[in-house]
């Protein structure tokens, strides 16, 4: 006989790999607030300041992050990667440590971790939330290497939830959708967005920037950015992605500038212009895709998933894309003329599925 979901304890951990996984997350914890679940968010201090606007009464852990950072070059970002994975692994180690020690005392039902690999536990239902079975390296022989040590930690939790469709026509592509699976169950969830496109608001600016991503390259982006908005007479949003930020020194005639929007203003803002601009991560590009808008994807230099998600979408006709070091006006341009084909989107799967899940395991 199933138990009653109700006052079931989760804990909810996302990875501190820019905004994104964070960002996601809010949709499931809304979702698990409406079946009177108890919920616990473990997470770094750069993104606690980002969920506490949202979730102000919602128990927090701190919870150290990856700090992972980008080379200034694309050439060199692999190896800047490959020199940090002892620091990865030991933050790994650290968290399950870390882990064992917070289910003496809270004794949580569900643990959901965003790529999280360490965030597993025999006492609790932990589930691996990611939209990348198969990581791009551009190299075959190591992307064989690197999944095999992916789905090595995946068969540590209880199942695998995934933020996209089973079709084929999917968001993720080959990275969501690879031949072999991983050995624990796997669900297509499908798209995580915190906004909805139910209202109907004047287009009143052409251009939205949403900035975003680790360091150096978020910087990078942000002064091609404002040296593009500052030569045009068209207007913008910019949104700098820093939620913890509370000065702005910039000053721009055509331009409305936020270092960070919740997800109402967030939602205003998008329905109010005509094309979105901004790095391909993923949960971005699941936003956008929500709230079915024009988009100019420009992927971060050296990050092989954007880059691989990028050309994905262009393939379909979902969105526009060009490199950071290629002439943003030129690009702009193109982008006017491109023949999108936006797509229709069940963005309430992961209702059905997560209310199945929680009814099947209780």
């Known amino acids: ?85 002892p620091k990865i692994l030991k933050i790994i180690r650290f968290e399950n440590k870390w882990l064992k020690n917070v289910q003496k005392t809270n004794k949580f039902d569900i643990i959901l971790s965003d790529n999280r690999f360490g965030l597993y536990s025999k006492d609790a239902f932990s589930i691996f939330i990611t939209h990348q079975l198969l990581i791009k390296t551009n190299y075959f022989w190591l992307d064989k290497i690197v999944q095999n040590v992916n789905y090595r930690y995946i068969s540590f939790f209880s199942a695998c939830w995934i933020p996209d469709f089973g079709s084929e026509k999917n968001i993720a592509g080959a990275l969501a959708h690879p031949k072999k699976l991983p050995v624990v169950p796997v669900k297509y969830i499908g798209a995580l967005s915190r906004f909805s496109n139910k209202k109907v608001r004047i287009i009143d600016t052409k251009w939205m920037v949403i900035i975003s991503g680790p360091e150096p390259q978020r910087s990078i982006f942000e002064k091609k950015v404002f040296d593009y908005v500052s030569a045009s007479s068209e207007n913008f949003i910019i949104v700098r992605g820093l939620p913890g930020e509370t000065e702005n020194h910039f000053d721009l005639p055509n331009c409305k500038i936020f270092n960070h929007l919740n997800t ?3 939602q205003v803002a998008i329905e109010s212009c005509e094309y979105v601009i901004s790095r391909c991560g993923y949960t971005t590009v699941m936003e956008i895709l929500s709230m079915k808008k024009k988009s100019v994807f420009i992927p971060t230099p050296g990050q092989t998933e954007q880059e691989y998600l990028a050309g994905h979408l262009l393939k379909q006709q979902w969105c526009y894309t060009f490199e950071q070091s290629q002439d943003f006006s030129k690009h702009f341009e193109m982008a006017q003329s491109f023949k999108y084909s936006l797509p229709q989107l069940n963005m309430e799967l992961y209702k059905e599925v997560i209310s199945d899940f929680m009814q099947s395991i209780y």
């Open 264 to 266: 109402e203003d967030m």
């Open 1 to 85: 006989m199933n138990l009653p979901v109700k006052n079931k304890k989760v804990l909810i951990a996302p990875l501190d790999w820019g905004l994104g996984h964070a960002t996601r997350c809010i949709v499931i914890i809304r979702f698990l607030q409406s079946l009177d679940c108890e919920i616990t968010i473990a997470v770094s201090d750069k993104l606690r300041a980002l969920l506490y606007k949202e979730f102000p009464d919602l128990q927090f852990l701190p919870l150290p992050g990856y700090n992972i950072s980008y080379s200034r070059t694309k050439r060199w970002l692999p190896v800047k990667i490959l020199l940090q994975m």
